[in-house]
């Protein structure tokens, strides 16, 4: 059996910090790297009228429910009585909530009582970031989650 000396030890405990220190660097060029950027420009004047916005939303009642079946979305919006509201300026963001590689911005267009978009999308957990206009003008803003089976 060789005879443990100080230099083994130092060789030893030098490689598992440069292991731990590679991790860490690796980490955090990976998040780096797949963070999709920021909400807002800046988050001290998005907050100033964030209640008046807030109060306005929900004084309209509205709820927003996502569907997806071979490769068709469909988004269901309803008022405080339940039935279909039609809404203005449909912007919509279909990604992943971790990174920014897959998002897209499909054109819906209305279908009966539902806002329908072709969007192929793989199986695992997707975010949906809608907004859209009430007639009088209200902003409707939601952030849904869509799991996708497959």
């Known amino acids: 059996m060789a005879e443990l000396t100080g230099k083994h030890v130092f060789a030893i405990t030098a ?6 220190i590679g991790v860490n660097v690796l980490l ?13 420009a800046n988050s001290y004047v ?5 209640n008046e916005r807030k109060a306005a939303q929900e004084a309209l009642g509205w709820s927003m429910t996502p569907g997806y079946d071979n490769g068709r979305m469909t988004l269901a919006f309803t008022g405080k009585d339940g039935k279909p509201v039609v809404v203005s300026d449909l912007q919509v963001l279909v990604g992943r909530t971790t990174e920014a590689k897959e998002d897209s911005f499909p054109a819906f267009t209305r279908d009966g009582d539902l806002y329908a978009a072709e969007i192929p999308l793989h199986k695992g957990k997707w975010m949906i970031k809608v907004t859209a206009t009430a007639a009088d003008g209200t902003l409707f803003e939601q952030r849904s989650e869509l799991y996708v089976k497959g």
């Open 28 to 40: 955090a060029v990976k998040a780096v790297s797949t963070f999709p950027g920021l909400e807002v």
């Open 46 to 50: 998005a907050g100033q009228d964030f």
């Open 15 to 20: 490689s598992a910090f440069a292991v731990i």
